[in-house]
């Protein structure tokens, strides 16, 4: 459990500053600051004496929401949003709780972008850090209660501030700590430093920020370490928008040989990455360290001290900041997720064959009844492997993806169609290569596969070294050779089964887990109806959907089309290649 009575409990810092808070900020002491309820939905109340406002079942019922509106915002440069909040409920209501969603609303657009959203309930005050993207449009901020089941269900805002710059960086004088927590353990933990209240187990003579000792910073001690290797966390805020550039902060060690200090990132999956551990303990004074990071996704900052003994010493940290150049002028591969997907409607793009000879060849279908066209329009290019222009026997076609940066976690997608082929092995399969094409690993292959209908795979990995995708075909013998169809392949960043993946945005469906936010007016037998797998007439609609090609069953093709041998089934599996089609 998180330890997070040390970021929500002093108000004093709030009442001060209260009076001078950025555009797009409230402490709502006396009033909402600009932020005005939505007239169409349930009002919130300002509580009578003051800290923040809420909206519960005294006064609604389940199921109805309040909107807050902001006035009209500017971001020219990358903001930090903070929400501190809080959700309760009824006990025993869990199945049904209250959520908060937060949103933003573009001047030019029609509709508005789901940003974050929580349902959490708690018994105290949480931070929400939301990073916003600088940009030269104006934007609103919404932010959308909806209450849950019970008659005590309530949501409550205490804060919403807007403020320049990124949420993983801070200078620890707030008193919620930029959203920073500490992972409880019982014997160390991070504290604050500093300040009005001393204590024997922090009093460094300054913090770094205001080179005085009534500032503030975060602090670890041994004293009372009672194991082996006792561990403690300091976690910052997920990060809600890619980034990459150089992350800088100040450190004190003292008895530098019996901890060690670590900086680890962590992404929703809950994979670790070590990126910085302090080789030299340096002086006792606050030492800079610095460290090239990227967080193409959402993902975490972990500040990580690990103790010997209880004469371990101490660890302490200060000014935790963030620029998008990188450190000390240094270069890398970058990654374009454009420049690594292709839909093979123009060209090859990236992707490129061996030289001894093509063994993909860029084609063109017309579509009818027993074949699909491509996957992307149905009427434009794909490739198409072990066809009567490439195939021979032993025949190995590889098709290589451009270069992708190392130490990163990627989600390839593409789609694929069998036909033929009396055995599935070595059909079709995935390959890490490394850059001087030596092989790494196989990550994917067909098992079992309909034949004739566009199928999805998708596939998370992640190397440390600089790698390269390749799609391998194998053809063993000409008469064991059938044909493998590829088409839309897309590599993005993260993983491709995120547990915190938001809604799309709105007007975008695969319907595959509902039907999202679209509605009928009634339901009748001539409605839209959610199905998957082929429609019940035979040789009407298609045999799978279109996001991923799942089909429950496929229909046998005519009798006098199951010559597999030689794939001779008349206008089923020719395709023109792209010079004569």
Known sequence: ML???????????????????????????????????????????????????????SFAKQGEKAVLLSSDLHAEEWSCLRLVYQITTSSGSLTDPSQLNLYVRFEDESFDRLLWSAKEPSDSWLIASLDLQNGSKKFNILIEGVLGQGNTASIALFEIKLTTGYCIECDFEENHLCGFVNRWNPNVN???????????????????????????????????????????QLISPMTTAPMSGC??????????????????????????????KVDNPGIAAWNLAEVEFSAPYPM????????????????????ISFSPVHCQNQ??????????SCNF?????????????????????????????DHTTGFGYYLLANTKFTSQPGYIGRLYGPSLPGNLQYCLRFHYAIYGFLKMSDTLAVYIFEENHVVQEKIWSVLESPRGVWMQAEITFKKPMPTKVVFMSLCKSFWDCG????????????????????????????????????????????????????????YTGPKGDHTTGAITCTSRPPTWCMDRKHNSCPGLFEASPENTA
């Not at 800088?248 to 990126?275: C, H, K, P, W």
């Not at 890398?332 to 997720?337: G, K, T, Y």
């Not at 992707?351 to 579509?367: L, S």
């Open 247 to 276: 992350l800088s902060f100040y450190y004190q060690l003292q008895q530098g040989n019996d901890n060690v200090f670590s900086l680890y990132t962590r992404d929703v999956a809950g994979m670790y990455e070590e990126i910085w």
């Open 345 to 373: 409607e123009q060209d090859l793009c990236n992707f490129y064959q061996d030289k001894d000879g093509p063994g993909w060849t860029r084609v063109k279908v017309k579509p009818n009844m027993y074949r699909a066209g």
């Open 300 to 319: 975490e900052v972990i500040f990580e001290v690990a103790f010997n003994s209880p004469k371990g010493g101490y660890v302490a940290l200060d000014d």
């Open 331 to 340: 270069t890398e591969l970058r990654f374009s997720a454009m420049e690594a």
């Open 483 to 538: 044909l493998v169809a590829l088409d839309d392949i897309t590599i993005q960043l993260g993983s491709c089964r995120s547990p915190e993946r938001l809604p799309p945005p709105p007007g975008e469906c695969t319907f595959d887990q509902d039907e999202c936010a679209f509605t009928q007016e009634k339901r009748n037998p001539s409605s839209w109806h959610r199905r998957r797998g082929e429609t019940p007439t035979s």
């Open 190 to 232: 991070w504290f604050v430093g500093g300040g009005t209240i001393r204590n024997t187990h922090s009093n460094l003579p300054q913090d770094h920020t205001f080179k005085s000792e009534l500032g503030h910073y975060m602090y670890v001690d041994s004293v009372y370490v009672k194991h082996f290797q006792e561990v403690a």
């Open 3 to 57: 330890l997070r009575g040390v970021l929500l409990l002093v108000q004093a810092l709030q009442l001060a500053g209260a009076l001078d808070l950025p555009s797009g900020s409230c402490a709502f002491e006396e009033g909402t600051c600009g932020f005005d309820s939505v007239l169409e939905f349930l009002p919130w109340i300002l509580n009578e004496e003051g800290h923040y406002i809420y909206v519960d079942t």
